[in-house]
Structure formats: C-alpha cells, structure tokens
C-alpha cells in the first residue's frame, strides 16, 4: 500500500518544470530526493508514470506522488478512545478495490483490531474527513463506544471547530449557512440545494481576519455531511485555498504559497469525553506567515 499526495495544478504552475512543481506540491522533502523519486516511478502525471524530471507541467494537469507512510500523532489514547492528528494529503479510511494507505490502516497497524461493523474498510471510524483535510478525528477501540460516540454526532452533541484560508469576500463577520447538501451525478463532488432535496446541513462562521481577498475563517459544522465546510463557503462566496474540487471560480490576484487544501479540523468536543485540539500543521502556519499572520494568535 502506498500514501498518495494528489495535486490538481493551477494556473500559479504554469512554466515550471516537474522538479519545480514537486518542490511546491511536497515542499517537506528536498528537491534531489524528489528527482529520486521520479526515477523510481513513485509520480505520475495525469495518471502516467513520468521518470524525468525537467519536464514542464501544465495548469489543469494532475501530480499524483507516493510519498512514505507517515507516522501517526496522537492526541489521545486511552482503553476505548483514540483521537488522532490526520496529516493533509491521507484517506481517512480504505475503499474497496483501491490499495492505498489510509488513517484506520495505520490505526490498526499501531494500535491493533478496531471495531468493523461499519465495513471491514472503516475499521473504528466514527466520522470522516476529507483527504486535503488535516486534523483531528475520532476513533472508537470497541464496539459499544462506536455506536455511543455515532449516536452523539447523529444527535448533533459533538462540537466541531474547523480553520480555513479563503478567498472572496465574507458576507459579514459572522454568518450562518443552513442549506441542503446532496452527491452529484458522478459521485466525486456534493451539490448544494440538489434536485431530490438533498440532507440539512448548517454550518455558522466567523472571520478571524482579513487581508484584502484572503480572509482566516472559523467554521462550526452542526451537521457532519460530505464536503460541508467547502460547500456552505463556496454558498457565501468563498473559496478555501487550494480546493481542487470547489474552487476553480475564485482565483485572488496575488495567491498565497500554498500546495495543500487550506482547511484543518482544530478541535472536537465529545460529550463526557472531553474537549481535544490538533495543532496547525507547519504547511498551513508557514502559508498564513506569508501573510503576516501568525497562527498562535486564533
């Protein structure tokens, strides 16, 4: 199995060469062991396997890298929970058919069976989220505390805070968006409002600050469906940065450095269980830092 850093290019790549892209799409592993990797097949390009380095890329193309499984960071762990650090980039869990490496893959691999009842792929996951996402998330060791913790995110007593780089302009400081979401046709993206009514959703947000067309967003989900953050966003006229799927439209005339989906799950708020947060990763800190932000201030 391998874990994959998938990377939809924008317009910022156009003229760069392979090595370059990679430096920007990876920008935690140097530029010779990168152009090693290309040698050994481990990037494709647009699903292709390229092993030159030199060539150039081209906005709208893809770069898939398979990179070293990374170590877990854990933020919790006791007989019936564990709470972990999700690195940007890895599956939350596995889907049939596809070997790639995920979160409950490494959960099992460290801490030992977890409860399957949910499907032999999601082994003790209680929610998801998105691979670009990074942060914290919740995994339940047995079967009685799986079913105890869905039962509080279906009945909406688990609290969620998520931080987002966005561009656009807010509609206010705080806003509310309480609008249906539902999947699209072929699967890969959420509709809002959707054709058959689609399933409550509704997240309230704050902007923390703003520079021009950036904004540092708050966001707290009530509901806990696919791609809500992104989405409720996208309905108030913003784009997280870097978003491959939902961002096309917003293009700010001077873009941050950042390869990544800028969007962490910070916080998460059990009921009994107790309040547990995941820090900023370095990617995101150093992308706010060209801003003139610092993260230790939210």
């Known amino acids: 199995m391998s874990f994959l850093r998938r990377t939809a290019l924008d317009r910022s790549f156009t003229g760069l060469r392979l090595d370059q892209a990679l430096e920007r799409v990876v920008p935690e592993v140097s530029r010779s062991r990168l152009q090693k990797w290309v040698r050994k097949g481990r990037v494709r390009l647009d699903g292709k396997v390229v092993v030159r380095s030199n060539g150039r890329v081209s906005p709208g193309a893809t770069i898939e890298v398979e990179l070293d499984p990374p170590a877990l960071s854990v933020l919790h762990e006791d007989e019936h929970l564990l709470v972990l650090d999700k690195p940007a980039g890895l599956l939350t869990h596995g889907i049939a058919g596809q070997p790639e490496l995920s979160l ?60 987002a780089l966005c561009w656009g302009t807010p509609p206010a400081t705080r806003f509310t968006i309480d609008r249906p979401l539902g999947p699209s046709p072929g699967g890969d993206r ?13 997240t309230t ?42 961002g096309a439209e917003f ?8 390869s990544r989906l800028a969007l962490h799950a910070q916080r998460i708020e059990l009921p009994e269980a107790g309040s547990f947060e995941a820090p900023l990763p370095d990617d995101l800190r150093a992308c706010l830092a060209t801003l003139g932000w610092d993260a230790a201030d939210d």
Do not use: M
Request: glycine share 10%.
């Open 190 to 202: 959420e509709w809002i409002d959707p054709p058959d009514g689609g399933r409550p959703a509704e």
């Open 104 to 163: 409950a893959d490494l959960a099992e691999e460290r801490f030992g069976p977890l409860p399957i009842s949910a499907g032999e792929h999601r082994p003790g996951i209680v929610h998801r989220l998105d691979r670009g996402t990074s942060g914290v998330i919740v995994l339940a060791r047995d079967e009685p505390t799986l079913q105890e913790l869905k039962t509080a995110f279906r009945e909406r007593r688990v609290g969620k805070r998520y931080l």
């Open 251 to 258: 293009r700010p005339t001077n873009p941050p450095e950042c």
């Open 205 to 246: 947000f704050e902007v923390l600050r703003r520079a021009g067309e950036l904004s540092w967003i708050e966001a707290r989900p009530r509901t806990g469906r696919r791609h809500q953050v992104r989405l409720h966003l996208v309905a108030a006229g913003l784009g997280v940065v870097a978003d491959p799927l939902y």
